[in-house]
């Protein structure tokens, strides 16, 4: 477990200093960001008890909550992030009798993509419901969350195209 940790730590480090200190969206001065610190919830191993990988989640969501002033909602979309995993590993890898048994960074990019798109979508929906939280500017709020879930889904896959060790 010791591996799979500093693996996790490699990962958990520079995708939050790149989201809180580079992708700002107020210092960038843009409506639309990529979350890539939802790279994060893609690479945790499957194998990791619930428990930490909510606590994970939490930790990661305050930390964006924290420093740049969204009063909760990252916190709380990670948890749910994290909450449904296994239900959307096996969504995504349906042949697979044990979540454990899948290895993420193994998988062929095509799987890779499936499960982020999931993912980033799940997240986006839940972010723009709460940060705008009023049904009647549901145009607001499917415009943030397709063109953002978008911009994030392009961007992750990029990332994960240039850090694939294959």
């Known amino acids: 477990m010791s591996k799979n940790l500093s693996r996790v730590l490699v990962w958990f480090f520079p995708l939050l200093f790149i989201q809180i200190f580079v ?11 990529p ?50 995993r296994p239900n959307i590993l096996k969504i995504i890898f349906g ?17 890779k993509l499936k499960y982020l798109s999931l993912v980033v979508l799940i997240h986006h929906l839940f972010i723009y419901l709460f940060i705008v939280f009023d049904l009647k500017k549901s145009m607001l ?13 392009l961007i992750c896959s990029l990332i994960i195209i240039l850090t694939n060790k294959k």
Not at 24 to 29: E, F, K, Q, R, V
Not at 65 to 73: E, V
Not at 95 to 110: A, G, P, Q, R, Y
């Open 23 to 33: 992708l700002d969206p107020y210092l960038l001065g843009l409506k639309y960001v």
């Open 35 to 84: 979350f890539i610190y939802i790279l994060l919830f893609i690479y945790i191993p499957n194998n990791y008890p619930k428990w930490l990988v909510l606590i994970i989640g939490f930790f990661t969501g305050f930390l964006i909550d924290f420093s740049n002033y969204y009063g909760g909602i990252h916190a709380i979309c990670c948890l749910i992030i994290c909450f449904l």
């Open 95 to 111: 042949d697979v009798l044990n979540t454990n048994d899948i290895k993420i960074e193994k998988e062929s990019f095509f799987n």
């Open 141 to 153: 709020i499917l415009e943030s969350f397709f063109i953002n879930s978008l911009i994030t889904i």
